[in-house]
């Protein structure tokens, strides 16, 4: 897996406390540690006693389709996203899963397995620029039931079964995205990862039949590998739970109740004014934003380029707001086939290519949820890059 020996390669700064002004800075993988700061200043309200004798089984309900999935953290999903309506949780099963990473290979596995015998391998694809471990997420077992198929614009004009991969809003490049496949046999997991206040306008609440929700991104605590699916079809979920089962054997109990905990304070809290985690990530993400925008918006010769998003009315915020993406999608502007990448490493800058979420070079993905400290540094390495006009990045 490319991404993790990038992370054990480099000096990943991000997981150090005492930031070395020559390190190289690790913004290649999306650790959102941005987040830790309202947390610790949540103090106690979100600390998790477990006794010794408590949890021990591999069971929670038996009478439930998850059976390994602790009715508290059931209750706090359901009531986070009717706090926040960025999801529809009525008439769904809700399948736990060891981060979302193994619920969309849980997904995957369900919809191609319940295809007639004959009708595999189904090909897996998503619009580029995609998440690139959904490429890992897809080859790396070598399933015979399911392999990567690439770009979905590219796979329209192709015949077959698929399931497409909508992550919507997008990783890496923040957009909000729909299936583009559109054919009858095909089948559609939708990944909202990112379809939370702090980065994007909750403009809608999506009733999909299977969508992706993930602790990790929600409040940062990554650490804890919990995800979520809300899934409309029974046999669907059934055979997500089947595959979670042969996996793993359920998910962690301790990381269910911690998860319960978390998100039902940021249940408690969203309305308020002064603790809303939301309010709170949105100032974050906002600030960063604009931090990163004024120093590529003063690199002479426009170096650089920042997607830019459309303001939309947010629901759960009542006005309008801007996106503040998870990832910054950046490009060089000046420069036809250049490599970006190589450019930031220059300055011990470590992105990921954008050629390995099925674009060009000239893109880069920047993670925008690291600490303050390597936040700052990002910014002072990006300002002082300068490109002589007769230099070549080739
Ligand atoms: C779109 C998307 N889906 C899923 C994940 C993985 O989430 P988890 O940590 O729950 O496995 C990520 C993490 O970067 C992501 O960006």
């Given at each position: 897996?490319?991404?993790?020996?990038?992370a054990?390669?480099s000096?990943?700064?991000?997981n150090?406390?005492?930031?070395?002004?020559?390190?190289?800075i690790?913004?290649?993988?999306?650790?959102?540690?941005?987040?830790?700061?309202?947390?610790?200043?949540?103090?106690?309200?979100?600390?998790?006693?477990?006794?010794?004798?408590?949890?021990?089984s591999?069971?929670?309900?038996?009478?439930?389709?998850?059976?390994?999935?602790?009715?508290e953290?059931?209750?706090?999903?359901?009531?986070?996203?009717?706090?926040v309506?960025n999801?529809?949780?009525?008439?769904?099963?809700?399948v736990v899963?060891?981060?979302?990473t193994?619920?969309?290979?849980?997904?995957?596995h369900?919809?191609?397995?319940?295809?007639?015998?004959?009708?595999?391998?189904?090909?897996?694809?998503?619009?580029?620029?995609?998440?690139?471990?959904?490429?890992?997420?897809?080859?790396?077992?070598?399933?015979?039931m399911?392999?990567?198929?690439?770009?979905?614009?590219?796979?329209e004009?192709?015949?077959?079964?698929?399931?497409?991969?909508?992550?919507?809003?997008?990783?890496?490049?923040?957009?909000?995205?729909?299936?583009?496949?559109?054919?009858?046999?095909?089948?559609?997991?939708?990944?909202?990862?990112?379809?939370?206040?702090?980065?994007?306008?909750?403009?809608?609440?999506?009733?999909?039949?299977?969508?992706?929700?993930?602790?990790?991104?929600?409040?940062g605590?990554?650490?804890?590998?919990?995800?979520?699916?809300?899934?409309?079809?029974?046999?669907?979920?059934?055979?997500?739970?089947?595959?979670?089962?042969v996996?793993?054997?359920?998910?962690?109990?301790?990381?269910?109740?911690?998860?319960?905990?978390?998100?039902?304070v940021?249940?408690?809290?969203?309305?308020?004014?002064?603790?809303?985690?939301?309010?709170?990530?949105?100032?974050?993400?906002?600030?960063?934003?604009?931090?990163?925008?004024?120093?590529?918006?003063?690199?002479?010769?426009?170096?650089?380029?920042?997607?830019?998003?459309?303001?939309?009315?947010c629901?759960?915020?009542?006005?309008?707001?801007?996106?503040?993406?998870?990832?910054a999608?950046l490009?060089?502007g000046?420069?036809e086939?250049?490599?970006l990448?190589?450019?930031?490493?220059?300055?011990?800058?470590?992105t990921?290519?954008?050629?390995?979420?099925?674009?060009?070079k000239?893109?880069?993905?920047?993670?925008?949820?690291?600490?303050?400290?390597?936040f700052?540094?990002?910014?002072?390495?990006l300002?002082s890059?300068?490109?002589?006009?007769?230099?070549s990045?080739?």
């Amino acid at each position: 897996m490319v991404g993790f020996e990038y992370a054990k390669k480099s000096d990943n700064a991000s997981n150090k406390n005492n930031l070395l002004s020559d390190a190289v800075i690790n913004l290649d993988h999306g650790d959102p540690t941005a987040f830790e700061e309202y947390w610790r200043k949540m103090g106690d309200r979100c600390t998790v006693v477990i006794k010794g004798w408590e949890l021990m089984s591999y069971f929670s309900d038996v009478n439930k389709v998850c059976w390994f999935m602790e009715p508290e953290l059931e209750n706090a999903i359901r009531g986070l996203h009717a706090a926040v309506g960025n999801a529809a949780t009525e008439e769904r099963y809700i399948v736990v899963g060891t981060g979302s990473t193994q619920l969309c290979q849980a997904a995957v596995h369900s919809l191609s397995s319940l295809r007639p015998c004959g009708t595999h391998p189904v090909s897996v694809v998503a619009a580029a620029p995609y998440y690139s471990t959904y490429v890992e997420e897809t080859t790396y077992v070598r399933s015979e039931m399911y392999r990567w198929g690439g770009d979905a614009r590219r796979y329209e004009k192709e015949e077959g079964p698929y399931i497409e991969l909508v992550t919507s809003p997008n990783n890496p490049d923040g957009t909000m995205r729909e299936e583009v496949v559109k054919r009858p046999q095909g089948k559609v997991i939708y990944d909202l990862a990112y379809y939370w206040p702090h980065f994007t306008p909750i403009t809608h609440r999506p009733h999909h039949d299977i969508m992706l929700f993930t602790f990790s991104k929600l409040s940062g605590h990554a650490g804890s590998r919990i995800g979520w699916a809300l899934v409309k079809d029974k046999e669907v979920a059934k055979k997500m739970v089947e595959y979670i089962m042969v996996n793993s054997i359920g998910v962690s109990k301790e990381s269910q109740m911690r998860a319960a905990k978390v998100l039902n304070v940021m249940t408690e809290t969203c309305r308020s004014h002064s603790d809303s985690f939301f309010l709170y990530g949105r100032d974050k993400m906002k600030n960063r934003w604009d931090k990163l925008r004024e120093v590529v918006e003063q690199q002479s010769d426009d170096i650089f380029t920042l997607p830019k998003y459309p303001e939309a009315f947010c629901n759960f915020f009542g006005k309008p707001i801007g996106s503040y993406p998870a990832f910054a999608w950046l490009a060089i502007g000046c420069h036809e086939e250049s490599d970006l990448g190589s450019l930031l490493m220059k300055q011990k800058v470590l992105t990921r290519s954008g050629n390995r979420c099925g674009s060009d070079k000239n893109h880069v993905r920047a993670s925008m949820l690291c600490r303050d400290d390597v936040f700052s540094l990002f910014l002072h390495r990006l300002a002082s890059i300068t490109i002589p006009a007769t230099d070549s990045l080739h």
